[in-house]
């Protein structure tokens, strides 16, 4: 098993790569507002001459992240590029309709921007959906059983589920919940027709390609082995875990990260990062 080595900061490593992804959930926040420390972190890697790029299963269109980077008053210059989950399905909705142009959110409401200015009709009832659509958890619905008869009611009728991202937990006014991708898999175990966009998937990782220099080392920090460690191995680049995000119960919140934790964690997904860290910092 290759070695996973705890960091407190990335300022000893960040030298050896030339472009810096980092996903947005559970590093750079946790369900709410942006933090301070990730972000400065982020500051001192672009003026270390690095690119800075941020890649995410967010359901926030590009142009949301930007106005919550502003808000936290972050240097925008020190991003070459915002890639999201969101901002890719709104791009795949407006080129193809073999959905139809009904949906049905099970979910919250902060990925409805996916369907602005776009030919798609919200409807109140899943009867008369063409499709069931999920992008972020409701509020009040914290619970897969929430979503059980929403879910039969929509199997029963066919229909098929969009979500954004497959990230089954995710940070929540403190805590980590379940998020849309857990819905989407308790869909298609019941048989259900699912179709995800994610980081994970080969059209976001050629969109991350195209944006990141043609040459030297890359390092990608997240804070999920399913998609950000995933994701960092399918771009050949070295993975850095951040502790503190969804897997924050198994790998405690400690400010040098449990390496044991990590290394079985590891062992469980099949995915070894290089580095693990509690949380972004520099």
């Known amino acids: 098993m290759k070695p996973i080595t705890p960091i407190v900061g990335i300022s000893k490593i960040i030298n050896a790569y030339q472009t ?22 982020l500051q001192c890697v672009y003026e270390s001459g690095k690119d800075v790029v941020l890649f995410s299963n967010s359901p926030l269109r590009v142009w949301q992240v930007v106005l919550a ?35 049905y959110n099970l979910g919250g409401h902060l990925s409805e921007q996916i ?5 798609y009709v919200r409807v109140d009832t899943i009867h008369e959906a063409d499709f069931v659509f999920i992008g972020d958890i409701d509020e009040q619905k914290l619970n897969i059983e929430d979503y059980e008869k929403d879910l039969q009611t929509a199997a029963a009728l066919h229909l098929p589920l969009v979500c954004v991202g ?7 006014k403190g805590d980590v919940f379940l998020s849309a991708g ?28 195209e944006a990141i220099a043609k040459t030297g080392k890359i390092l ?54 290089e580095y693990v860290i509690s949380e972004l910092r520099f």
């Open 20 to 41: 810096f992804v980092c996903g947005i959930d559970g590093v750079l926040s946790r369900g709410e507002n942006m933090l301070e420390e990730p972000l400065k972190a």
């Open 69 to 103: 980077l502003k808000e936290a008053s972050f240097d925008l210059n020190a991003l070459k590029a915002v890639i999201t989950a969101g901002e890719i399905l709104h791009y795949k909705l407006k080129n193809n309709h073999a959905l139809g142009r009904k949906y």
């Open 115 to 119: 369907f602005a200015s776009l030919s």
């Open 166 to 172: 497959t990230d089954v937990t995710a940070h929540f």
């Open 182 to 209: 857990g819905v989407a898999e308790q869909y298609a175990v019941m048989g259900g027709d699912i179709m995800t966009v994610s980081k994970t998937d080969a059209d976001m990782i050629a969109y991350l390609k």
């Open 220 to 273: 990608f920090a997240g804070d999920s082995f399913a998609s950000d460690m995933k994701a960092a191995s399918l771009l050949d680049a070295d993975g850095l875990l951040v502790a503190k995000g969804i897997h924050v119960h198994a790998l405690g919140k400690g400010y040098i990260p449990d390496v044991q934790k990590a290394r079985d964690l590891a062992i469980n997904y099949n995915l070894y990062p």
